[in-house]
């Protein structure tokens, strides 16, 4: 966690603050995005500046969330496996075999699918304004072409979470054929038919264009500044 001490000092230094929508933020607007949930209720401790859980393929593992198992009630929390079966080895067969606690579960192993459940992003709204999945997971594709959008999306608005899928790209490798080669008809659809609140692309410019065509851009109204502010600066926390 010494790094996400490091990282949030760095960002207040610099005058890096305030929480979604607030004059501090919109003075430099920023999201904090990370794919390990611990260590974003870590730094909310330290920073009140807006976190978006990235999520990555929701059959990949989670990076921090594995190996928890609960000694009367105290959660104890290990990445390694072999540490796990050490400890329950330790506490559950100590001397003269005495139980020492009562063991209440044990969870190894658990996928991002796991940890998109309405009851963890219930849990987990209460760090972060938003989540950011991997795009794919919200609209599988099937040879290149896109499917029908799975429920991530309604499920985490109905949670008043944003949504901030990942990564925009303009190389055509990149782009499903129902947009015919064209990024901005990929913006259009993420944003107007998905329905999401932000995007995070590789291509800043042409996400720019398509804001300036699609919402004209004016300092006086905060609802403007505030769809300008999605595809601002975003900040990286690293785990």
């Given at each position: ?108 192993l658990q996928s991002y699918d796991e940890i998109t459940s309405d009851g963890y992003l219930a849990f987990i709204r209460k760090y972060v304004i938003g989540i ?108």
């Amino acid at each position: 966690m010494e790094r996400s001490y490091k990282f949030a000092e760095t960002l207040l230094k610099y005058g890096y603050k305030g929480e979604y929508m607030s004059e501090d933020w919109l003075r430099q607007p920023l999201f904090i995005q990370c794919f390990a949930p611990t260590s974003l209720i870590y730094i909310s401790e330290m920073t009140n500046s807006p976190k978006v859980f990235l999520i990555d393929d929701t059959a990949v593992y989670t990076q921090d969330t594995n190996q928890v198992f609960l000694i009367d009630d105290t959660a104890v929390y290990t990445q390694d496996t072999n540490q796990v079966l050490s400890a329950l080895t330790f506490f559950l067969f100590p001397i003269m075999w005495t139980p020492l606690f009562s063991l209440k579960s044990v969870c190894i192993l658990q996928s991002y699918d796991e940890i998109t459940s309405d009851g963890y992003l219930a849990f987990i709204r209460k760090y972060v304004i938003g989540i950011g999945p991997w795009k794919d997971s919200v609209v599988p594709p099937k040879d290149n072409y896109l499917g029908p959008p799975t429920d991530l999306v309604a499920r985490a608005h109905a949670l008043n979470l944003q949504v901030h899928p990942y990564t925009f790209r303009n190389e055509n490798k990149y782009l499903h054929f129902n947009f015919h080669r064209d990024p901005y008809v990929e913006y259009e659809y993420w944003l107007k038919e998905v329905g999401v609140d932000g995007l995070f692309t590789d291509f800043p410019g042409s996400l720019r264009n398509y804001q300036e065509c699609r919402m004209p851009y004016t300092y006086t109204k905060k609802e403007n500044i505030h769809k300008h502010a999605e595809g601002q600066r975003m900040a990286d926390l690293g785990t």
